[in-house]
Each structure stands twice: as C-alpha cells, then as structure tokens.
C-alpha cells in the first residue's frame, strides 16, 4: 500500500498566501506533517508527496521517509498533481497493490479515516471514506484507495464505500 499526498496548491481560493502544505493548525503542525501522520498511522507504509507550489519550501518541510514529487505542471489543477504522483508511483513502486490518495487541505482527516480506507483493499476496488470537516465549509474530506486495476469511481460522501470493478 503506498500513499500519494497531493501538496501542489497555491492555496490562493482560500486566501492564504502561502501553499496549503505550509499551513499551520493551532498547535503550530503543518497540515504536510498531519497529512503524512495520518497516512502513515493509518497502514501506508511508503508516502509520495507531490509538491508544487513554492515546491522549495514545502520540500523541506516534508517529513524525513516520504518521496518528493515535483508536478511541473501543478497550475493546471488536481489532475495534474494526481497524475504526476500516479506516474511516481507506477515508475518507483510498480508492485505496489494500491494507492491512497489523500488531499493536504483535508486536516480533518485522520489515521482512523485512513484505516477504513486500507480496510477495504481489494485489486478491483475503489474505497472511499469522508468525515466532516472540523472546520470551514461543511463538507466532505475524502481519502481515496485506488486498486491497481482502477483509476476511477465514485461513493458517499460520509461512512466507507466500497465499488467493485471488472
């Protein structure tokens, strides 16, 4: 199992100036360093970060362990920063059996979230689990577990789905 963190915004729609991986919660954690946390507490036992947006200085906050994934092209969108880890993943882990894909601005989202996803692992499976938002706009923080055999999919935006694939 092996994660991708998507750490590639600016940040600009919420007006913070600095890259969403930079930014810090009330204990002064980086929503980076919280992210990795989760994932790696959460069952993932290698994590790919894709950085972007003042790519320097989120590299150097990246927690020791982790793959550093430039996305040249990450003012195109999540696409882009999604398919450039995908990419990583597929060239220097290719007998990896599935991906967690998890979002840097989902500081909700914690290890417990991240086992339901490893939980329901399976080669031709999508699993998705939400939880609300501490905090913002209501709304769901989705990791995603990708099966190596499946690239798309949906699911509820709260509780663990599960789709079959083949």
Not at 72 to 77: F, L, T
Not at 115 to 120: D, L, N, P, S, Y
Not at 136 to 141: A, E, L, R
Request: overall charge positive; hydrophobic content about 45%; charged content about 25%.
């Amino acid at each position: 199992m092996v994660g991708v963190l998507l750490a590639a915004g600016a940040g600009r729609r919420l007006g913070l100036g600095t890259s969403k991986a930079l930014v810090t919660d009330e204990r002064g954690r980086s929503w980076l360093d919280r992210s990795v946390a989760a994932l790696r507490d959460g069952g993932v036992a290698e994590v790919y970060v894709v950085v972007g947006a003042e790519a320097a200085a989120v590299e150097a906050a990246i927690p020791a362990g982790c793959v550093t994934v430039l996305a040249r092209d990450w003012q195109e969108g999540m696409g882009a920063s999604l398919r450039t880890g995908l990419d990583a993943v597929q060239r220097y882990s290719p007998d990896a059996d599935a991906v967690v894909v998890m979002l840097v601005d989902t500081p909700g989202v914690g290890a417990d979230v991240v086992r339901r996803v490893v939980a329901h692992k399976a080669p031709n499976a999508l699993a998705r689990a939400g939880v609300r938002r501490c905090a913002g706009p209501s709304g769901p923080d989705r990791p995603r577990s990708l099966a190596r055999r499946t690239r798309c999919g949906g699911g509820r935006p709260r509780g663990t789905r599960v789709s079959a694939f083949g």
